[in-house]
Each structure stands twice: as structure tokens, then as C-alpha cells.
């Protein structure tokens, strides 16, 4: 029973557009969103964040979009560039609850074609 | 400030054999999680140990069994060795908890059973 989907395996694009990585997850009791990064050989490292009183969170290039209602968060990329290349993991907890395990999706590989 | 380490990078065992993995955390952080990546499945996460103590267990048989120290460092033990558990194992830290904070992993430790 997963409770952190990510329905993509796998994405390509092409240097300079826009990446969009989706995550849907199905507890309720999540309150708390992380992205994380990894290259091969080499742990997770994290990304951005968002807690679940926003919709909406951006730092440089990235943008975490969190739609509660649809239990859907969304990765955006602009513009994406080739040391973008590498798998993404969305990540679901609970911030000060009595659930405050952290659940990985199986990740998103993507490849930012030059 | 020195990140995560793990320790050993490789591990090659065969199957009956146990083997424990080791993690030093960032210093001052008391929580200390393990996960276990395989190809499609991401993260799956085994436990989490704050203040030498087992807080948080994922679904994972009882031949799955950690520990900490008094100074945050972390061993994982695997006994009996089956070859499904060859995996990338993961250890990150965190300073105020595993929940709702993000964790810094650590490179992992490649385990082949044979």
C-alpha cells in the first residue's frame, strides 16, 4: 500500500523548458511535503519544501506546488538544465503529530536532454 | 561541518550470513533513520532511533533491527541474509526529529547478497 505515488518512472526534456515531476499521496494526516534529489552513487539530498497551510512554494528555479483537496503536489523545473538530471523523490510526514514517520515515493528519473 | 557517514561504502555477503552497517550522524543531531532503496520501490523506510531510543518502524521483518548510541551513532543489523535484501542502504539525520524536518542522507551502503 503506497501511500506516496509517483506515476512516473521515468521523464525527459529538453535544456530550457519547464519539468514537471507529479506526486499523489492518500493520508491525510500528511501535513508536510519534501522533494528530494539524488545522483547516482551518491544519498538524497533535499530539495524544497512545503508545509500544508501553503499551495505554493519557490526557490530559484523550483517551485513546489501543493493541491490539498486533490492530495497532488507537483515539482516545477524552470528552466530545466542538464545538471537537473537525476531522481527525484517526493516525500510526505507529519510536522509535530503523533505521525511523524516520513514516506518516500519510489522516485522519478529524469533526464534533461542538451 | 562533516555531513553523514556510512560505513562500509560495499558490502558483499552471502545468503545465511548477517552483516551491520554502520552511520555517524552530523553532530548535534539526535535522529537517525534508515531506508532501504530498490530498483521501483524508492525509499523504504526501516526505523528511526532519537535519543537511543527506537521511535518509528516500518514493515520490515524482525531480521531488520538497529540501534543507537549515546553519542547518535547508528548500527543496522540484517540477520540471515536473503538474496531481496541486496539494496542501497540509507541512513540520514536530523536535528529536531525525523517528523516534518528534512534529513540529510548519508551515501549509503551498497549490500549484494550472494
Known amino acids: 500500500d503506497q501511500q506516496v505515488k509517483q506515476n512516473s518512472p521515468s521523464l525527459s526534456v529538453q535544456e530550457g523548458r519547464i519539468s514537471i515531476l507529479n506526486c499523489d499521496y492518500t493520508n491525510s494526516m500528511f501535513d508536510y511535503f519534501l522533494w528530494y534529489k539524488k545522483y547516482p552513487a551518491e544519498g538524497p539530498t533535499f530539495l524544497i519544501s512545503?508545509?500544508?497551510?501553503?499551495d505554493k512554494n519557490e526557490d530559484g528555479r523550483f517551485t513546489v506546488f501543493l493541491n490539498k483537496s486533490a492530495k497532488h503536489l507537483s515539482l516545477h523545473i524552470v528552466p530545466s538544465q542538464p545538471g537537473d538530471s537525476a531522481v527525484y523523490f517526493c516525500a510526505a510526514g507529519g510536522r509535530g503529530t503523533s505521525y511523524d514517520k516520513v514516506i518516500f515515493g519510489p522516485g522519478t528519473s529524469l533526464s534533461v536532454i542538451p | 561541518k562533516a555531513g553523514v557517514t556510512q560505513t562500509p561504502r560495499y558490502l558483499i555477503k552471502t545468503r545465511g550470513q548477517q552483516v551491520t552497517l554502520s552511520c555517524s550522524p552530523i553532530s548535534g543531531h539526535r535522529s537517525v533513520s534508515w531506508y532501504q532503496q530498490t530498483p521501483g520501490q524508492g525509499l523504504q523506510f526501516l526505523f528511526e532511533y532519537f535519543s537511543e531510543t527506537q521511535r518509528n518502524k516500518g514493515n520490515f521483518p524482525g531480521r531488520f533491527s538497529g540501534r543507537q548510541f549515546s553519542n547518535s551513532r547508528s548500527e543496522m543489523n540484517v540477520s540471515t541474509l536473503e538474496l531481496g535484501d541486496s539494496a542501497l542502504y540509507l541512513c540520514?539525520?536530523?536535528?529536531?526529529?525525523?517528523?516534518?524536518?528534512?534529513?540529510?542522507f548519508g551515501q549509503g551502503t551498497r549490500l549484494t547478497v550472494v
Open positions: 512545503i508545509s500544508s497551510i501553503k
Open positions: 540520514a539525520s536530523s536535528g529536531r526529529g525525523q517528523g516534518g524536518t528534512e534529513a540529510f
